[in-house]
């Protein structure tokens, strides 16, 4: 299995995560709502609305997982940070990143996993809105622009989040 490399930036994106406040709170309907309507457009059993903690990706919203967060070590999610654009794994088992992760062997059997990172205007990438299936998927063009646009409400409530609490 191959770990994520941390971010150059890993200690201003934590303190930018961290100042959000945000971990480890309730659900919210702002949130679930992005992630009940991305789950209905792809056809998808698995989708989240992650953040990417110190040693964990905690889950701010989930449709279809009953774990609130899991390993950042086993995270598919802490590879797609690392670069702005969506990240798409078509067939984890066929990906040698990621073909002998516990979350590809084992529950839930991630097989397609789409990542587009949440970044604030600072451009630091604090999680993923990301779309997982138990069976190998394609995204054409629309739907990765589809998947962008969730995204970008997304990161307009986590802006919302951060003004919120500087006020």
């Not at 950042?72 to 067939?91: G, P, T």
Request: with cysteine; aromatic share 6%; net charge negative.
């Amino acid at each position: 299995m191959h770990i994520a490399a941390k971010p150059d930036n890993e200690a201003a994106r934590l303190a930018a995560l961290y100042e959000l406040l945000i971990l480890d709170t309730p659900p919210e309907e702002r949130f679930d709502k992005i992630a009940r309507f991305a789950a209905d457009e792809f056809d998808m059993p698995i989708v989240l609305v992650t953040l990417v903690d110190a040693e964990r990706q905690w889950f701010k919203a989930r449709v279809g997982m009953q774990v609130c967060e899991t390993g950042r070590n086993v995270s598919f999610c802490a590879h797609a940070i690392l670069h702005d654009e969506i990240m798409v794994v078509e067939d984890a088992l066929q990906d040698p990143r990621f073909a002998d992760n516990p979350l590809v062997t084992g529950a839930p059997h991630i097989r397609f996993y789409a990542g587009a990172p949440l970044a604030l205007p600072s451009g630091l990438r604090l999680g993923t809105l990301c779309l997982i299936d138990r069976r190998p998927r394609t995204l054409d063009p629309l739907d990765l622009g589809i998947l962008g646009t969730l995204r970008d409400l997304a990161v307009m409530e986590l802006a919302r989040t951060e003004e919120h609490h500087d006020a």
